[in-house]
């Protein structure tokens, strides 16, 4: 029995769409504060590679981090800090 084309094509499409979809958000995790880096998407993050909410004076270890990737994951700004309620 023939597959139908138009499934075959819309799974293509899903893929496709999947591969090239970008995250939105990641949760990190302070390692050191001086300097500030930062545990994100398994890899450390420091230096230029960070950006932060100039409202957020400083950090502690163990604090974690909402943060927005940008320039493809390679840079991240740093929201806010996550607490539990």
Known sequence: ????????MVQ?????????SSVVYRLGRVITTMPLTV??????????RL?????LISFEIGDR????PIEQEQRYVIICKVVDT
């Open 1 to 8: 029995m023939n597959s139908n084309p138009f499934a075959s």
């Open 12 to 20: 293509t499409i899903r893929n496709d769409n999947k591969s090239n």
């Open 39 to 48: 545990e994100v998407a398994g890899t450390r993050q420091a230096g230029n």
């Open 51 to 55: 950006l932060k909410n100039d409202a």
């Open 65 to 68: 981090l909402f943060l927005v």
